[in-house]
């Protein structure tokens, strides 16, 4: 079994900052992408921002040159910094992580997500 558990969600006002981290834990063999997916209300899930296991990262338009993703891979983690944050960004942030498996099935992870809520 493989878990995902995220943090740092919250209460913001319009322009602030939160970090959200996840963590991997379990019968793992080795991570390649992890990722940030949210879902606001009433729309699909959503891609954030993703990295691969020797650090390139990709992100969603809306969120470039505010959010930034990091990966520790020796502590199996993954945080995601947001900057500049409006309304918009009000969502469930969910972590998603491809691993393969200490009985090496390639598998892909969900959390179970972390509210961020941006007030004006």
């Known amino acids: 079994q493989v878990q995902l558990v995220e943090s740092g969600g919250g209460l913001v006002q319009t322009g602030g900052s939160l970090r959200l981290s996840c963590v991997v834990s379990?019968?793992?063999?080795?991570?390649?992408?992890l990722g940030w997916y949210r879902q606001g209300p009433g729309k699909q899930r959503d891609l954030v921002a993703s990295i691969t296991k020797r650090g390139s990262t990709n992100y969603a338009d809306s969120v470039k040159g505010r959010f930034t993703i990091f990966r520790d891979n020796a502590k199996n983690t993954v945080d995601l910094q947001m900057n500049n944050l409006n309304a918009e960004d009000t969502a469930v942030y969910y972590c998603?992580?491809?691993?393969?498996?200490?009985?090496?099935?390639?598998?892909?992870?969900w959390g179970k997500g972390t509210l961020v809520t941006v007030s004006s």
């Open positions: 998603n992580a491809d691993v393969v498996t200490t009985n090496y099935y390639a598998m892909n992870y």
């Open positions: 379990g019968s793992i063999f080795s991570i390649n992408a």
